[in-house]
Structure formats: structure tokens, C-alpha cells
């Protein structure tokens, strides 16, 4: 996840990596009509999503979190595993948010010694001792802009509106983040904290599964025009006519990649080596490593109009202006040609990026490149296909059946159960 509060080079945050843990024992109770004596089919759920790449950065969901629910405004984060709020427990160091901080009670604090807690620390330390039965599970997440965030894991109930209309409110864990550094104390934060989607056993897609809520699927729908909406379960799913290829274990592991990749670019190689590419909608950008990076600048330069002149933008740090100003990507596309990744870890499996999906128009009415050069943040060979390359895709993280796809799809329309959105 690229660090929202950042500027547009944004800094990933560094993994947690989740083990996974035994499906717990306790059940949620149901609203709605439920068969005695049989186990639920687990349903799916859909929520609209806010946000856009630019101006603001992000697409976030509202969560209703307590009892009595609350709404907190949450950064759909792909590229992580745990959900974390800021956290009134006291709050030591917390930015303004959109709603007044969550506020724990003593009896929703996790054990140390509960799995989950061994879980969400398998991948920061070898060794997770507890010094007694009754320690809380402490956490800390790091940044790599050495942004930061501690807190302690907790129990609360998430309501969540199922497909058949009925409403469920699992006990789910997240963190309780009661210092954080992430930016600007005095600007008011877009979201009260993060929804971690990652495969891992802390994330909430993961215990929605072991709660025998949802299957673990999740994918999401970001409209270029702003909004969108995620989905939990598979009832959306259009198996038969999205391009689909097999999950590969990333270096990275709680991201979700869809294996190596060659680049094109106006139909043409661009000559680098297979790229190892995840997706992730924490980044609002799209990384690519040094060498397909300054190869597609060289390829873009090459071929643009010369009705087009290189500009400095504060925005992002490649801009071109036109003869007048520009007022949406539709102005400026016809200049530019589509990229193409092209997966070897499924049949055919292409990733057409037509220029909309990789650039942005300003405020100041040029039109810049939303590809970043992610060596000079740290990302080594890394290439993130961030927000702007999965606007207007639906993508699917099918846990299940270990596969990622996606297909082109009307995401301004929220989407009923029951109904055919493509």
C-alpha cells in the first residue's frame, strides 16, 4: 500500500505477513430466516465505494463498526492485511478524521496468546512471546517513509448487509491505532484508518471465511468518473468471460500478483525482461521498476505530436501541456498509445492500459503520466499496477480458487444481486 497521506510518490508500506490460522469455532448469529440445524451457504456483499485517483488520492468504503454501529471511512487497501482504525484508547498522537475516533472498551482487547495475535506478528519477529495469559496483542506498522502506526489488536462487530438482504454483525479483530505519524496533524485525513484485503489470516476478507460469512473472494470496480464498489463473496463473479490467471506467490507475500510480464507499447515490445508485477488498490499510482520505466518514457517522447511540450507540473513528475489547456483525459488520449502487459502465467492472459488508464489531466490542464518510477522509492524490481490501471476493470482476488481476473466494466453502476452488470 502506497502511503495516502504522502505526496504522489508515495512510499509503500512494509508487509505484515499473515499465517495462516485454524477457522475459529464461533459463528455469527444471523438476522433474517435461517434453516434449524443447518449451516448458513455463505452470501456475498457489496458496498459503494468514494474517492478517485486525482485529486484525492484514494477510494475509500464507509464501515459501520460497534454497538451501536458507528460509520468510519476506510482506505480500500489490497496490498495489506490488517484493518486499522485511529484510536481514541487514549490517542497519543492521531490526525484529524472525517468521525470522531473509535473508542475501545477493555473487553474487546485481544490476547496475546489468541492465534490471531501469533498470526498479525508472524512476519515482524521469529519469536511471539507472551509474558502472561492476560497481555494485550501490541502492534506496530511501519512505513517505509518511516511513517508509522501502534496500536493494540481488538474484537468489534461489523455490520454488513448480505445479498439476500438479511444483516450480519461478526465479532471481526482490527487494530486500534493510538499513535501514528502519517502526515499533516492539522489537514483533515480523507478516512479513519485502513480495510486490509490481503490474503492473510488477520484480514477481514479472511475472517469473514473462517466465519463461514463469505467465501474468500473479493474484488473491487474504481470508476474513472469518481466511486465505485467492492465486493465480498463470489455472486458477482463473471467466471465465464473474465480473462483469469493463476495467483503466484509474490517476494512480497500479502500481495496479490498475477506473475511476470512483458511489456508492449503501441503494439510493440518494449524489450525488457519479464517484469514481476502485483496489484494493489492501496496505490493510487501505477510503479514500474527503472529499466520498463525509462524504457516507456523513451518510447512516449518518442512518439508524441509535436503539438505536445514537456512541462513542469507539481502534480506528478512527467506533464505535457497542449496549445490550450486540457480538461479531461477524453482531450488528450488520441495522443497516446495503449500498453499492454502480457502474462506467461495464463493462456493469452492480456492487461490492455489504454492511455486513460495511465494518465491523469490536472488542475492545471496538463496531462501527466500516472506511471512511476518505483526504484526511487525503494520498490527495486517491484511493478505496482496501482488505482489508475484498474479504473473501469472489475478485478477479482479469487482466494479460492487461487486466481486473479479482471474485465472491462461499467463501475459507476452499482451493481444488484440477481442482475447482470456486463
Avoid at 464461533?26 to 438476522?31: F, I, Q
Avoid at 475509500?60 to 496490498?79: C, E, H, Q, R
Avoid at 527495486?380 to 481476473?405: A, H, S
Wanted: hydrophobic share 35%.
Amino acid at each position: 500500500m502506497a502511503a495516502r497521506w504522502a505526496p504522489p510518490a508515495g512510499l509503500l508500506l512494509l508487509l505484515l505477513m499473515a499465517a495462516l490460522v485454524p477457522a475459529r469455532a464461533d459463528k455469527p448469529a444471523r438476522a433474517g430466516r435461517a434453516e434449524p440445524d443447518s449451516e448458513p451457504e455463505p452470501s456475498s456483499a457489496v458496498f459503494q465505494l468514494y474517492g478517485n485517483v486525482y485529486p484525492h488520492g484514494l477510494y475509500y468504503v464507509a464501515m459501520s463498526i460497534g454497538n451501536p454501529p458507528k460509520p468510519y471511512f476506510l482506505d480500500v487497501d489490497t496490498g495489506s492485511d490488517l484493518t486499522w482504525l485511529q484510536c481514541d484508547a487514549p490517542c497519543v498522537s492521531c490526525s484529524k478524521v472525517p468521525h470522531p475516533l473509535y473508542r475501545p472498551t477493555k473487553n474487546k482487547l485481544v490476547p496475546c496468546v489468541d492465534q490471531m495475535c501469533a498470526s498479525l506478528h508472524g512476519g515482524l519477529s521469529k519469536n511471539h512471546k507472551c509474558d502472561s495469559p492476560k497481555q494485550q496483542c501490541d502492534y506496530e506498522i511501519r512505513y517505509a517513509d518511516q511513517a508509522s502506526s501502534l496500536g493494540v489488536l481488538i474484537n468489534d462487530s461489523f455490520a454488513v448487509r448480505l445479498a439476500n438482504a438479511s444483516v450480519v454483525r461478526p465479532s471481526l479483530a482490527f487494530g486500534c491505532g493510538y499513535d501514528q505519524e502519517v502526515g499533516s496533524s492539522t489537514e483533515v485525513a480523507p478516512t479513519d484508518g485502513v480495510l486490509g484485503l490481503g490474503s492473510g489470516s488477520v484480514s477481514l476478507l479472511s475472517q469473514l471465511k473462517q466465519h463461514g460469512i463469505t467465501k474468500n473472494v473479493v474484488g473491487h470496480c474504481l470508476s474513472m468518473r469518481g466511486g465505485g464498489f467492492l465486493f465480498f463473496g463470489d455472486n458477482l463473479v463473471p467466471y465465464s468471460r473474465a480473462t483469469w490467471v493463476p495467483m503466484v506467490r509474490s517476494a512480497f507475500k500479502n500481495y496479490y500478483s498475477p506473475g511476470s510480464a512483458s511489456l508492449y507499447f503501441g503494439g510493440r515490445s518494449l524489450g525488457v525482461g519479464p517484469m514481476e508485477v502485483v496489484l494493489d488498490s492501496g496505490s493510487s499510482f501505477t510503479y514500474f521498476s527503472a529499466q520498463p520505466y525509462q524504457a516507456l518514457v523513451t518510447a512516449l517522447k518518442g512518439d508524441l505530436s509535436k503539438t505536445l511540450k514537456e512541462v513542469s507540473d507539481p502534480s506528478l513528475p512527467l506533464c505535457w501541456k497542449g496549445k490550450k489547456p486540457f480538461k479531461s483525459v477524453l482531450d488528450v488520449k488520441k495522443e497516446f498509445r495503449s500498453l499492454v502487459l502480457s502474462f506467461s502465467n495464463g493462456k493469452k492472459a492480456l492487461m490492455e492500459i489504454p492511455p486513460e488508464n495511465y494518465l491523469i489531466v490536472t488542475k492545471y490542464g496538463n496531462a501527466c503520466l500516472g506511471i512511476l518510477n518505483g526504484s526511487e522509492i525503494g520498490l527495486k524490481d517491484l511493478n505496482i499496477v496501482g488505482d489508475i490501471t484498474m479504473q473501469d476493470q472489475m478485478i477479482i482476488y479469487d482466494n479460492e480458487r487461487g486466481q486473479i481476473g479482471w474485465i472491462r466494466a461499467p463501475c459507476d453502476r452499482i451493481p444488484k444481486f440477481g442482475s447482470s452488470l456486463l
